[in-house]
């Protein structure tokens, strides 16, 4: 079973023989299409070493997104994730083999149809003997087919989040990180091997898409922060510290560690490697026995996330000035309506009055006194980490409200608030990862993040789901477009003036096509040839939807044929072993067939850059005499699907073409023609209209004089003129009123819905924001209850009556549902 | 009314708020399309006071905000992390038209097209602003620079030193007109369209009637808000009630420019720019109406900002969001564009070299086009092919153009990009003269002093920044604003050869009011480093040579020529240390909504924000009397 799905993943729906293997799981689940993502890496090169293009999504078991947006924030931060990979940087002793250790990563077999899918999950892992995890899994597996002959649920719609996060599930692969990686590093296993085992997991992946759980690497925070031990909504931002702080205090501990060690068998890398870790620079490393302590500035998590803020408070009574620098890893910045991200920086900095019950010991004078304060920054980091202070504590509620101000932040950005004796004040920074929060108040809600990657645009990750998105995508989130979500963290880090000219120059072209795209939807057509005289029918919309669906067409055979010459780097080798061996009738054996260039070829045509066409009758090579029948069929097959490639790629081309300057000549001198008689009907239409124009007013001529006094003529225009606007929305008031008794309903529905929801419903929430079909939740509930880990309650209806005794609870853990509801 | 029969079916508006519904907006957002509203809301929220004293808010119009239309799909997605693209806004974009000729504002450009250099200080005491009026009014008829205030009978004339655009091309040359007033009109009838592109147009009832008993002096009003197009009367004594209103199907009208040269009580020509690239000519008195650009055929990109060119009848430029200028003639048909390469027209047609497209296409032909050092012209002005539409387009980059500003002496073009980047452009020889970079983020708004002097641009770096083109210099940032400038706009009537008032609007909902003195500003050491003579003599150079030196000059950007240094652009981001910085005279939150315009008059300062609402702030009462003084001492 797990086989099919995995040959249904590298096939990608074009080959007939798996499709018709199993035509009845075809009806109700039709093979995993290409998503956008890989259309995007459609003709991506080899993989690169630093991991930079890797998209995965990450697991979302119940409430943890608040960690799956900053995980990947922090993973495409480029200086991060090197210095996590590389750091302990390791000696040859311990890589006995020469190579560096692997992590330890399952592949999660994907789980089959039905709900029967936790045996063999379990035997293909058998490594945890975590319940919880095995609980999850079940359930995982559970929603993944939903039974046959079910209404349509909201993740079943193809556009919905849900669905595309299901889709990635099963489209996997599922990396598991779930074990202990006990001295994988020769460190404790803590919250920053978590973090590094994940990245370096990331990078090691033979397949640039996928779903990573980080399972282990939360259980170790969770372990380490007590604040986090339960199912509950949490603050990405706390998160987002916490998880630095322990990044830092990790990497010390060890690096003394490896110090005190190091004095005894002193060996050179690994004294550099300490050293980068505790700062070569600084005086430490001498002192480090003695003091034990560290200066704030060292380390390179320091170097990338830290700055140093100055506050400078002078005394109003003394006038004396005193300074104090503080180091910081974020800032918190307070927000205002109708404000930019520079101002409140500004604002950040502006001077404070200490007075009253927040007056200013000061040394000078000896007591308290009023004094002004003001902050600003000494060190700018390399990555700057803004927090918009969304959540607001409010006495009326006594709880926190979310602040929905507009606040806008630009692409690029310099702070105003530097010291004098800052080094390089103007420091450009360019943003690079959003993280999103989404959701009426700070206890409910989802984040997801929008992330910039390197050479690959802008990206969303909304847990296990990745989707590209445009660059505008960016600035949905000042807080005043309706749906709650807000920016909530920026990311930005140093960058400078030329690099950023160079990607502006990349990116103008993409931003071109999108805004013809934008153009064309509001046209409700493509630009056709324009000789035509009459309006742009809205029929024409209908057309527009054919385009992609032979794009789609054409894309996914030529992943089929593309991947079939043995690439092995192409996504074929990390999955089960299951699928090397089985689903031989897809990879079609021959190496130097020429069907590999023309497909490349053709690849390339889909993606829009128009290539010389290949020679649409280049005869099949012979492979080899010793080819069996069935080859041949399979070779026929191929070609056909070739065939068929190139000519959904030539269509494309022709599109292409339309812009293409030849035939735009040609139509321009067919327009030219056409222009004479054109113009001769013009001139014959307009003479018309003006005719009827004459005809009209004189009419209306003729009306006018039949009014009587100006005065009254002009009172009653003004009312009429009323009148007939809302005569013309007669209809319209009632329908609305319609829509609105509707939309009421709903409403009511929904909020009925939230309050006394479900409990499977929450179970789905539970575990993977999904809702859940009942048998094998039945199954699992026991399990769950057992975990003392999680909190998600007992389902069931027998158990409804305790669930709503745990309604506070529930509410907690309902969050993820409820932003279900307005991603659905 | 027998033409509503044909009109399409009344629209169903969905119930869901338009701009920032349900946010704290303190007005209640109109569930249908209502009419326009008219408030005199007063009390000290509504008043400002600056040096010159108090400006008062005199009223607030509310512009009926159009819902979108029931043809297009309810963009109601509750799915906050949707990506379907959505149609492009611009807010509310206002211009104002008086038919009659009025005086000019004391320091409006004048003389420096003629003699090359500002002649003589203006207004330095308000008795002198008598007799500056009156010559600044006789030449305004020759200069063609006071391009927002030209009689209405002037014939398009061209001061010997400015000539117009595409002179010397035969081919654009007008047809000739017997009378002035007879003005050719758009095609089609704008009331009985059934074009699908139009959704309803409603005209006035008593239009004709109204326009003849109006004051001359009053002020017309055009206003775009998304989907809708308003002409309304501001002499009117209903001002909320439109002349005439027309609502877009689908795209949204982002821009649109009245034409000050053929204005008069029989025919005004409007221009509108569409988010679906399309254009549409308009003359409002006769409701007819031409479309451009039909369907995108010539570029398929949104139009965000559409100008007349200064002293044309026929010909105004549009920017598309890819980057791309082009000019076009209103009475042009559209032809399918195919950029003019070097190799195919200098068969058909040869053109004289320097007017073949330069560099553009020669590194585009090696898929290298450096935008930095000139401007790509798929299309001269001077090509022999001007059958058709576009008489022009040049590409500058990749960049969404965010607005661009015509020079006063109608010379130079300044143009602003989603990149940040500030050209200035010689638009009748079509190259670029210079390239500057703002603090950071986008640029979204730019204007030229009234004297030509100096440009403005406002931007996503929350500032206003003053270049001075023919310096090729930064002079200072203006910081005040508290989230992105969308509009900035000198005010003429406070500015003289030294000194400038110029305002600008945000979407912190403020509006700033700035006085800026070229002798007031602290030059920091670095700044003033940087501006060495040679620089200063290099912009006017250029004004003088002619336009063979021009391939030269593209090629030897790197060459011995320029190689100071200072001829390379563009020119460094100024460090923060060693620009300027200027505060606002004021800032005053005006609106509860973001701020998308302002514009001074003569009597008031007049704002538009997103939602709809033109405010009109009337300007210190003390000194009405004294420019009333002024005009009876003229008339």
Redesign the interface.
Known sequence: MAGFFQKIRVGSGSSKADSNASPKNKKDEPAPELTPLDKMLQNAGPLREDGSDKFFGLENFGNTCYCNSIVQALYYSEPFRENVVNYPLLTPSDTPNGKLRKVNVTIRPPAAPNGNAAAPAKGGKGITGSQALKARQALNGSHQLPPIGQAVRPEDRPD??EYKKKQAMIKGPVLELAQENPDAYGMQECTFTGLKDIFTALIESNDRTGVLSPQRFLDIFKRDNEMFRNSMHQDAHEFYGLVLNDVIANVEANAKALQEKGEIGNKDGLVQSVEKALGASSPIMKGLNASGARTPGTGWVHDIFEGVLTSETKCLTCETASQRDETFLDLSIDL?????V??CLRKFSAEEMLCERNKFHCDHCGGLQEAEKRMKIKKLPKVLALHLKRFKYTEDYSRLQKL?H?V?Y?????M?NTTDDAED??R?YELYAVV?H?GGNAYHGHY?SVIKTKDRGWL?F?DEMV?P??K??VR?FFG??????CAYVLFYQEVT?EKV?EE??A???E??R????????????E????TTNG????SRLNTQPVSPVEDHDSLATLTHVKSAPGDISNGLTTTSPVQLSSPVKNHPVPATSPSATSVTIAADKASGIPPVPPLPDVPPTPISPSKAKEDKVRDKKELKAQEKARKAAEKEQAKIAEKE?AE??A??RE??RA?HE??QK?IQ??KQ?AA??EK?RKK??AD?ARDRS?VA??SR??K???R??FA??????R??EK??NK?AEREKERLARSDTAPPELLNGTGGGGSTTSHSPIRTMTTDRTETSSSSVPPKSDEDAHEGRTLKGRFSFGLKRKKSG???? | MDFRSVLPPPPRYPAAGTYNAGLGVNQVIPMIETNNVLTTPSGPEYQFLVGEGLYVLKEDLHLATPPPHPSEAPVVNPNPLATTPQPATAGTKLSLLALDVRPLPPAFYRVASRSGGVQQSIQEHPDEGKSSTTEGRGSSSDAGGAVRNVNSSDLPSHSPSAPAFGEGNALLAPPAIKDANKRRKPKNNMTKSNSSFISRVIVHETLGKKLQERPADGLFAFANINRAFQWIDLASTNKAEYLTKILFTKAHCLCHDVNRLTKSLSHIDVIMGFSTGEIIWWDPISQRYTRLNKNGIINGTPVSEIRWIPGSEHLFMAAHMDGSLVVYDKEKEDAIFAAEEDGAPSQQQPQPPQYSPTNGETNGANGVVNHSSHIQVTKSVHSKNQKTNPVAVWKLSNHRINAFAFSPDNRHLAVVSEDGSLRIIDYLKEQLLDLFYSYYGGLTCVCWSPDGKYVLTGGQDDLISIWCPSESALIARCQGHHSWVTSVAFDPWRCDDKNYRFGSVGEDCRICLWDFSVGMLHRPKAASVRQRASVSSRFTSLQRENTGTSRVRSDSNLSAGEADGDGVFPHAVSSRASTPILPPVLSKTVDADPLCWLEFTQDAIITSCKSGHVRTWNRPSDTSPQVEEEQKAES
């Open positions: 919905s989040p205002e309506e109708h404000s930019s520079t101002s929905f507009r806008v630009p692409y690029h950005l310099r105003f004040p103007d450009m999103v989404i997801v969303l909304d989707e998105v445009d505008h995508f949905n005043d477009k309706p749906g709650m979500a003036f000219r502006m120059d990116e103008g072209l931003e071109v999108l805004a013809s795209q934008k153009a064309d939807i509001a046209l409700g057509a630009p056709v040839n324009g309006p742009p029918t809205l300057k735009k000549l139509k321009a327009a030219n222009e054109l113009l013009t239409e307009s209209m009827d124009d009209r209306e001529a006018e100006p003529f002009l225009g003004s009429s003129m009323s007939k606007s013309f929305l007669g209809k319209t008031d329908e609305k829509e609105k939309e509801k307005f991603l659905s």
